[in-house]
């Protein structure tokens, strides 16, 4: 009996912190105002201010918005800096950015969604839905001088909860860190991450779903385009543009205004320049393999579920404060608390090596090695970034989000990144 109680109680203390963790008061976040608030350092968040202001001041960025918002209030929204060097604009606390892969989390939220309305298995094949990924090829030789390659069939299908957690074995075409990969992508033209191009979705998957996989599915993490994917079969599934699904099923439930694929000329006006560092001083970054302008110029057509999304620091907030009450926010239920709580367990097992991180079905997790390194939160602390210099965490135990905002390409020499995040933990008490 006394074995058997044990047991019990175990599980019963798990479950009362899951509760804790991820509970069902529905907190919507507000200023704090003059009033203190227990269990956070107003002298370390000076601190926290001090250092943003030496990042700027030392030239590592033109300008950043950060926030700090504990057990749903908002304890600490500046903004530092210019928006725009060329034009001298002063950066304000709505200003837009484009947040680049912390799209993937909201994807992967609209597909949760769609899985919780019982549309869709998360073990079932993606040639289900989108039959051009039927019979998987594995990449096994590559020819420079023509870039031929050849094949052998994947073990398995690709499956929808593969491309939740990059074990797809898709790559990443530009940014991939395999240049066979690279080169592969880019003659079959596909579309990476951006583009003011008429391009649709649905016309760069089917070209996508005929090129070979980096390793067998399951077998690796490998960062890729499978968020992508899950876009169009978020369009699929559910009968609706991918762009109109996520503004009526998540941005207008949760008040993200200023979140989206593209901008209104309004909204336009305060998109961030992304900039680069040349000899010392900061210009516009030029068009490369993508136009900087693409949120608010071009066909605005496509809709990129893994980097596409542009949005603010507040209304990002707002979409983790809804993780942290379990689900709801602003007296709308998107998820259950359940559900969040499959979301926030690692799927990736060992893939990740033993880093401090893995891996759940939306975001990076903080484990308990990751824990004794200290700096990045709590057990289960859940974070990402994107490819402009942006970030974001939320602590489900002190019930913390950090976010802080900038749009730099390149080396810049910025330290503001962990130390924001180590100093934000640290003035908790």
């Known amino acids: 009996m006394k074995i058997a109680f044990t047991f019990f109680g175990r599980i019963l203390i798990l479950a009362l912190l899951s509760f804790q963790a991820f509970g069902q008061v529905a907190t919507n976040i507000t200023p704090i105002g003059k009033q203190p608030l227990p269990g956070i350092s107003q002298e370390r968040i000076d601190l926290i201010d001090q250092m943003l202001e030496?990042?700027?001041?030392?030239?590592?960025?033109?300008?950043?918005?950060?926030?700090?918002?504990?057990?749903?209030?908002?304890?600490?929204?500046?903004?530092?800096?210019?928006?725009?060097?060329?034009?001298?604009t002063a950066m304000a606390e709505d200003q837009i950015f484009r947040i680049a892969s912390q799209s993937k989390a909201i994807?992967?939220?609209?597909?949760?969604?769609?899985?919780?309305?019982?549309?869709?298995?998360?073990?079932?094949?993606?040639?289900?839905?989108?039959?051009?990924?039927?019979?998987?090829?594995?990449?096994?030789?590559?020819?420079?001088?023509?870039?031929?390659?050849?094949?052998?069939?994947?073990?398995?299908?690709?499956?929808?909860?593969?491309?939740?957690?990059?074990?797809?074995?898709?790559?990443?075409?530009?940014?991939?860190?395999?240049?066979?990969?690279?080169?592969?992508?880019?003659?079959?033209?596909?579309?990476?991450?951006?583009?003011?191009?008429?391009?649709?979705?649905?016309?760069?998957?089917?070209?996508?779903?005929?090129?070979?996989?980096?390793?067998?599915?399951?077998?690796?993490?490998?960062?890729?385009?499978?968020?992508d994917v899950m876009g169009y079969l978020i369009e699929i599934v559910s009968g609706m543009p991918f762009d109109q699904f996520l503004k009526t099923r998540i941005f207008d439930p949760l008040g993200m205004k200023d979140t989206g694929f593209y901008l209104n000329d309004a909204q336009g006006e305060r998109l961030v320049t992304v900039h680069r560092k040349v000899n010392g001083s900061w210009e516009s970054y030029p068009v490369t393999f993508y136009d900087p302008n693409y949120p608010k110029t071009g066909a605005k057509t496509f809709f990129s579920g893994g980097a596409g999304l542009s949005s603010t620091a507040l209304d990002y907030a707002k979409f983790l404060q809804m993780y942290l009450n379990g689900g709801t926010y602003n007296g709308v239920k998107i998820l259950s608390s359940t559900t969040i709580k499959t979301i926030m367990s690692n799927q990736v097992g060992d893939l990740l090596g033993d880093g401090g991180k893995d891996y759940g079905?939306?975001?990076?997790?903080?484990?308990?090695?990751?824990?004794?390194?200290?700096?990045?939160?709590?057990l289960g602390t859940f974070d990402w970034g994107g490819y402009f210099n942006t970030q974001y965490f939320a602590d489900p135990v002190t019930k913390t989000i950090g976010i802080l905002m900038k749009q730099t390409q390149g080396g810049t020499g910025d330290q503001s990144s962990w130390k924001f995040r180590q100093m934000v933990f640290s003035a908790i008490d």
């Open 54 to 88: 030496e990042t700027v001041s030392s030239n590592q960025v033109p300008g950043l918005v950060a926030m700090i918002v504990k057990d749903g209030k908002i304890v600490y929204h500046d903004a530092k800096g210019l928006a725009d060097v060329p034009s001298g």
């Open 107 to 227: 994807t992967s939220t609209a597909v949760m969604m769609l899985w919780e309305e019982g549309k869709i298995g998360l073990d079932d094949p993606i040639s289900r839905y989108i039959p051009e990924f039927k019979n998987p090829q594995v990449l096994t030789g590559f020819r420079y001088g023509d870039t031929t390659y050849s094949t052998r069939p994947a073990s398995r299908e690709i499956r929808i909860r593969d491309l939740l957690t990059h074990t797809s074995g898709l790559g990443y075409g530009v940014i991939d860190g395999n240049e066979q990969m690279k080169m592969i992508y880019h003659k079959a033209g596909i579309v990476d991450l951006f583009t003011t191009e008429p391009v649709k979705i649905s016309d760069n998957i089917k070209k996508l779903a005929a090129l070979p996989l980096h390793h067998d599915p399951g077998s690796k993490y490998t960062y890729s385009e499978g968020l």
């Open 361 to 378: 079905l939306a975001f990076g997790l903080v484990d308990e090695n990751g824990v004794a390194k200290g700096g990045i939160g709590s």
